[in-house]
């Protein structure tokens, strides 16, 4: 079955870096989009980045564009977040999810349980 295992994250003052990491298998990593979704206490699961099949082509939401920067290694089915500049308000549980070359949460259809991130000020 496909799993998709988060790791990196825990608590890192504000102005500080973290990388996280999602490990994938049972399933073609290679050929898929992945992303990066979060969700926050009370608020909704919202659009962090996404990286196509092949790791030329990156979206991201307009809130972390400069400081989060995703990428894969295939060869090691592996998606990463390079997360810098950290700011109290990107607290939030992180998921890692395959699926298509979108910013919709319903496009991917694999899910991991998510990593914690927590930014103090």
């Not at 990286?51 to 290694?73: C, E, F, H, Q």
């Not at 390079?82 to 298509?100: F, H, I, R, W």
């Amino acid at each position: 079955q496909v799993q998709l295992v988060e790791s990196g994250g825990g608590l890192v003052q504000a102005g500080g870096s973290l990388r996280l990491s999602c490990a994938a298998s049972g399933l073609a990593f290679s050929t898929y989009g992945m992303a990066w979704f979060r969700q926050a206490p009370g608020k909704e699961r919202e659009f962090v980045a996404v990286v196509n099949w092949s790791g030329d082509s990156t979206r991201y939401a307009d809130s972390v564009k400069g400081r989060l920067t995703i990428s894969r290694d295939n060869a090691k089915n592996t998606v990463y977040l390079q997360m810098n500049s950290l700011k109290p308000e990107d607290t939030a549980v992180y998921y890692c999810a395959a699926g298509a070359f979108r910013t919709t949460s319903s496009e991917f259809g694999a899910w991991g349980q998510g990593t914690q991130v927590t930014v103090s000020s």
